[in-house]
C-alpha cells in the first residue's frame, strides 16, 4: 500500500490548492447567504428570506462559473484514476 501523504499529494498538489483563493471565498460568501436566508424564514421574514435565496443563486453561480473559468484557463482536466479489475 501507498503512503496516504503521498497519495494526497499527487491527487492535490499545492499549486493546485491556491491557484484561485477566490473559490473558497465564494463558498463562504454562498454559506453566509444561505445561512442568513434560512434564519429570516425562520423568524417569518420571507420577503427578506427570499431576496437572500436569490442572492445565494447569484453567488454560488458566480462561483461555480469561477471554478470552470479558473479549470478552463489552466486547461486542468480530470485526473486519470487506476482501473480496478471487476468494476
Known amino acids: 500500500m501507498s503512503n496516504p501523504e503521498?497519495?494526497?499529494?499527487?491527487?492535490?498538489?499545492?499549486?493546485k490548492r491556491i491557484r484561485n483563493p477566490l473559490v473558497p471565498i465564494g463558498a463562504l460568501m454562498t454559506a453566509g447567504v444561505l445561512t442568513a436566508g434560512l434564519i429570516s424564514f425562520r423568524q417569518g421574514n420571507s420577503k427578506l428570506g427570499q431576496k437572500l435565496m436569490r442572492a445565494?443563486?447569484?453567488?454560488?453561480?458566480?462561483?461555480?462559473?469561477?471554478?470552470?473559468g479558473t479549470a478552463t484557463y489552466y486547461g486542468d482536466s480530470f485526473p486519470k484514476f487506476p482501473k480496478f479489475p471487476g468494476l
Open 6 to 15: 503521498s497519495t494526497y499529494d499527487e491527487l492535490f498538489p499545492e499549486k
Open 56 to 68: 445565494r443563486v447569484v453567488v454560488q453561480g458566480a462561483t461555480v462559473a469561477l471554478m470552470v
